[in-house]
Each structure stands twice: as structure tokens, then as C-alpha cells.
């Protein structure tokens, strides 16, 4: 128990130390009109308050990736934990803070054209495509995922014959409507009160195993464990845990999030707490189901053969009703579902709105949001099809592509500002290396090397890739100062 309560306390000790540390080298500027205020329109740009932004950016980047990445990661023990807060405070909250806070100084600006104005054009259109793709996988796997726990729940609980096709069809009704009306209307109402639900059942569930008779919390792990790889299935931790878990730690996922709510926070004082922040409480999340994965179960090889009978939802539906009983378990299971449905449909609401912004076309008119919105649905129905393993292997490597891109961007602004780069050129080295590694090893995705040669590969790669981004940036200022969002408007910046 006491090393979970550590983990917690470093994770919030990381928000106010660290993500304070962070906010000064990017500096703010509290008399600067962000994008709700000077691009207002009713739909995508629409002011709100600080509290409901921050809970519904928590909704937007914490799909099921909190739950079964770390799930599926405890598998490798309490190594796990580590990466979660690690990573979670230096990469996954310092990249959805600049993703976030440069979208404001953008107008509001999608992650493709951030990557373009600070890497180039080549970059623009690899994030156009990547992001894309990276936001229809995300959409497939946040359809299938939560369709499959539901037909479960209600077939199991209910006694109903529901079909999982059936499930399917729902949820993309919705994700139509939420996709194309105001946000305000849908996200901005309801997703403050499913953010609540969702921290209220996470503690919930971690406070019944605390209190169980049957359970302890991670009870039968030594502190050594925290630095071995215990997993069963023999998988190296080297680099495979850091693509396991993505959401938790960090995730580009996010970076195509976060300007949903750039373009409704009020002030730039509030970003520590938006962006920041929804990571921490994201990367709390992603402890207490890792730790609740090794105590319920009570070991790596017990957690393994739950995961083998039905994939890390088995891993949540039976810990959802182990611990609190039916009803109990049924909010805590609902609470869980919430997750991949309140990010699924903004996956597609950023995909419409990247379209927008390639095609320049306004979309204050339902027309054009149809217009946008109904190809990537059709294209997102017949990825449904695909085996679930497949479109979450694939996302997986995406979603820290995606990473890498938006930290190297964040770079390359501090660079041409001449502020502290190191903040993200250190975590965009590490997970450059990460990514170049998995791809060369990987014999499924990849092209099967050997992991030391993968390995040298990888950390070559990423050396190559800083004193290029090192080299075209430092110290240039910025790309056109004529046209620059970023110009202060009254009160000069404050770092």
C-alpha cells in the first residue's frame, strides 16, 4: 500500500513542482485573448469554465488506454508503476501542456499545422496523414472496446441477447451527433458529470481493495520488483513496456486532443491546470488499475491467465463486481465504459476539424461539419470489422509516433524562442529511441532485428533527429512574425 500512496504523492507533488517549473519556461501571458475569446463561433471555439474544461479534457485523452494499457503493462510487475509516474510527470503532462498551450498561441490550431510551423511542410503533411490515421484507429478501438464490455455487462447481468453488432451501432449514432453539434451542447454539459463518475468509482474501487479482507494492496510484491520484469509470457520490458503503456505515461493520442480545449479555456493562467493536470489525474487513473490488476489477482501469473480469458476488459469486469458487488459493479463498470465513448467521439470530432483545417473550410455550418465528418465514419465503420488485436497493436505504435512529433515540435518552438529546450528534448529523445527500437525489433509490425542492433539503431536515430531539430531551429525566432499568433497583445510575457 505504501508504495502506491508514493506513486500518488509523486504524481501530485510533479503537478506543483514540475508543472510549475514547466508553465515558466513556457511562459505565459494572463493579458493575451486566447482563441475561445477572438475566434468564437458557437461550435468548436465556445468559452467555458476552467472547471468543466479541465474535467472534460480529462474525458477526452483518458479512453480505455489508462485502464488496459496498465492493465496489460502490470503484467511486467510493479515496473509498471514506475513508468507511470516517471513517465507520466517528465514526457506524457509536459507534452499535452505545450500540445495544449502552442494550439492557444496558434488560434486554436490542430496538432498537423503546429508540427508544420515549427519542422516544415514535410512534417505538416506527415501529421496530417499520421494524424488521421492515428484518430480512425483510435475511433475503431474506442468503438469496439466499449461495445464489447456493454454487450458483456448486459448479457451477463441483464440476461439479454444482445449482439455486439448491435452495440456497435449505437455508439456510432452517437458519435455522429457528438461529432458534428456545438460543443457545449453534448461534450461541455454531460462530460463534467462523467468525469466525476469516472474519479469517483476509480478511488472507489481502490479504496474496496484496500479494505478487503481477501486483498491486499500490492501485498505480495517487494520492493525489488519495482526494477525486475516479471512477466510470465517471457516479453523483454525493453522497449515493449513503453508502448504497452501509453495513456498513463504519455500518448500523442493527446496531442490531437488537446486543441479541442485550447479553443475554449479563458486564459493562459489556466493551462497548468488543463493540460498539465488532466495528465496527472489521468496518470492517477492508470495506477490505481495497475495496482488494483496486481492485488485482485495477487500475482503476474493469476493476472496472465485473467488476461487470457478475455483481455484486460475480463481483468475490469471482474474486478468491478469482485469488489463491490453487482450494483457496485455495475456503476464501477459503466464508470470504466464512460472512458473509450467520451474520447472515441472527440477522436472524430478532431478528425473532422484536422480535415477542415487542410481543406480550409469553415465549420460553422452543419453542411460542411457533414461534409467533413460522414467519409471518416464510413471508413471508421468498415475498420470495425478488423480483428480488435490487430487495430490495437497499430494504434499502440501510432499513438507514440504521434508523441515523438508533438515533442520534437514543442522543441523546436522553445529552440527558436531560445528557452529551455531540454524539458522535451530529453523525453523526445527517449521515446524517439523507443520508437525506432520497437519498430526494428518487432518481428509482427516490424522487420524482426535483433534487439541490440535495434537498440543502437534507436538511440543513433534519435541523436541524428536532435542535432537536426537542434540545428534547423535554435535560436531563428519565429517562422513569420507578420502573421504571428504569438505577438503579445498588452503584457509582455512572462519567461
Not at 340 to 369: C, H, V, W
Not at 438 to 459: A, R
Amino acid at each position: 500500500m505504501m508504495w502506491f500512496l508514493t506513486c500518488v504523492a509523486a504524481l501530485l507533488g510533479g503537478y506543483f513542482i514540475y508543472g510549475a517549473f514547466i508553465e515558466k519556461v513556457f511562459g505565459i501571458n494572463t493579458q493575451r485573448k486566447t482563441p475561445a475569446i477572438t475566434k468564437q463561433d458557437g461550435v468548436d471555439y465556445v468559452p467555458m469554465s476552467t472547471k468543466k474544461v479541465y474535467l472534460v479534457q480529462l474525458l477526452n485523452i483518458a479512453g480505455v488506454g489508462p485502464i488496459f494499457g496498465p492493465i496489460m503493462g502490470a503484467l511486467y510487475g510493479p515496473a509498471a508503476m514506475l513508468w507511470i509516474v516517471v513517465g507520466c510527470i517528465f514526457a506524457g503532462a509536459v507534452h499535452d501542456y505545450f500540445s495544449g498551450m502552442l494550439s492557444v498561441r496558434n488560434g486554436g490550431a490542430s496538432v498537423p499545422t503546429i508540427t508544420g510551423r515549427y519542422l516544415g511542410n514535410g512534417a505538416k503533411h506527415f501529421m496530417n496523414i499520421f494524424a488521421i490515421v492515428l484518430l480512425l484507429l483510435v475511433g475503431v478501438v474506442f468503438v469496439s472496446a466499449p461495445a464489447g464490455m456493454i454487450t458483456n455487462l448486459v448479457n451477463d447481468q441483464f440476461d439479454m441477447a444482445m449482439s455486439m453488432t448491435t452495440m456497435v451501432v449505437i455508439i456510432f449514432a452517437y458519435y455522429i451527433i457528438a461529432t458534428i453539434v456545438p460543443v457545449d451542447k453534448i461534450i461541455g454539459r454531460f462530460y463534467p458529470l462523467f468525469g466525476a463518475l469516472l474519479i469517483f468509482m476509480s478511488v472507489g474501487l481502490m479504496t474496496a481493495v484496500a479494505m478487503s479482507s481477501e486483498h491486499t494492496v500490492m501485498g505480495n510484491f517487494e520492493i525489488s520488483d519495482m526494477f525486475s520484469n516479471m512477466n510470465p509470457n517471457d516479453l523483454p520490458l525493453w522497449p515493449a513496456l513503453f508502448i504497452t503503456i501509453a495513456c498513463g505515461a504519455i500518448s500523442g493520442f493527446h496531442a490531437t486532443q488537446s486543441p479541442l480545449m485550447a479553443r475554449c479555456m479563458e486564459n493562459e493562467k489556466n493551462g497548468r491546470f488543463v493540460f498539465y493536470g488532466a495528465m496527472i489525474g489521468e496518470g492517477v487513473i492508470a495506477l490505481i488499475w495497475c495496482a488494483l490488476a496486481l492485488s485482485f489477482f495477487g500475482s503476474v501469473d493469476s493476472l496472465a491467465d485473467a488476461v487470457s480469458n478475455g483481455g484486460p476488459g475480463n481483468v475490469v469486469y471482474s474486478a468491478s463486481f469482485g469488489l463491490l458487488g453487482v450494483f457496485g459493479g455495475i456503476l464501477a463498470f459503466l464508470g470504466v465504459v464512460i472512458l473509450p465513448i467520451t474520447s472515441g467521439d472527440t477522436a472524430f470530432r478532431s478528425s473532422r476539424l484536422i480535415l477542415a483545417e487542410y481543406f480550409n473550410m469553415e465549420q460553422k455550418s452543419l453542411r460542411n461539419r457533414l461534409m467533413m465528418a460522414l467519409p471518416l465514419f464510413v471508413i471508421g465503420g468498415i475498420l470495425t470489422q478488423v480483428d480488435f488485436g490487430i487495430i490495437w497493436r497499430y494504434f499502440g505504435f501510432a499513438n507514440q509516433t504521434t508523441a515523438v512529433m508533438m515533442l520534437w515540435t514543442a522543441s523546436a518552438y522553445l529552440l527558436r524562442h531560445n528557452k529551455m529546450h531540454w524539458v522535451t528534448t530529453v523525453p523526445a529523445i527517449f521515446m524517439t529511441t523507443v520508437v525506432i527500437t520497437f519498430i526494428l525489433n518487432n518481428s509482427t509490425l516490424g522487420f524482426g532485428l535483433p534487439m541490440v542492433l535495434s537498440t543502437i539503431l534507436g538511440v543513433s536515430g534519435a541523436l541524428a533527429i536532435t542535432t537536426y531539430v537542434i540545428k534547423k531551429s535554435k535560436g531563428k525566432g519565429d517562422i513569420d512574425l507578420a502573421n504571428d499568433e504569438e505577438q503579445p497583445q498588452g503584457k509582455a510575457e512572462t519567461a
